[in-house]
C-alpha cells in the first residue's frame, strides 16, 4: 500500500494506492488526474520508474495541459497543469 498525503498548500490528491488480492489493475476504468507543476518533469520521473506514456503532454487550451500514463502495475493515471 501507498500512501498519498495531502497538503493544502501543494499539488496533488490525498489517498492510497492499493495492491492485493481482489484489485485488478486497470486500462479502461475510472481516470484520476493528479494536479502537478510541470507535467514534463513528472513525465521524465515515470519513465525512469517504469511507467509507459499512453498521452503526452497536450494542450487543452485556457485550461492547461494533460498527459495520461500507465504505472508500474498496469493502472491509468492522468495529470493535469495550468500553463
Not at 521524465?44 to 498527459?67: C, D, M
Given at each position: 500500500?501507498?500512501f498519498i498525503?495531502?497538503?493544502?498548500?501543494?499539488?496533488?490528491?490525498a489517498?492510497?494506492?492499493?495492491?492485493?488480492?481482489?484489485?485488478?489493475?486497470s486500462?479502461?476504468?475510472?481516470?484520476v488526474?493528479f494536479?502537478?507543476?510541470d507535467?514534463?518533469?513528472?513525465l521524465?520521473?515515470?519513465?525512469h520508474n517504469?511507467?509507459?506514456?499512453?498521452?503526452?503532454?497536450?494542450s487543452?487550451?485556457?485550461?492547461?495541459?494533460?498527459?495520461?500514463?500507465?504505472?508500474?502495475e498496469?493502472?491509468?493515471v492522468?495529470?493535469?497543469s495550468?500553463?
Amino acid at each position: 500500500m501507498g500512501f498519498i498525503p495531502m497538503d493544502n498548500n501543494a499539488y496533488g490528491a490525498a489517498g492510497s494506492l492499493v495492491k492485493g488480492e481482489g484489485y485488478v489493475p486497470s486500462l479502461t476504468g475510472i481516470l484520476v488526474y493528479f494536479g502537478v507543476a510541470d507535467i514534463e518533469v513528472v513525465l521524465e520521473r515515470i519513465k525512469h520508474n517504469g511507467g509507459k506514456i499512453l498521452l503526452p503532454k497536450t494542450s487543452i487550451g485556457e485550461y492547461g495541459f494533460i498527459a495520461r500514463f500507465e504505472d508500474s502495475e498496469g493502472n491509468r493515471v492522468a495529470l493535469h497543469s495550468f500553463p
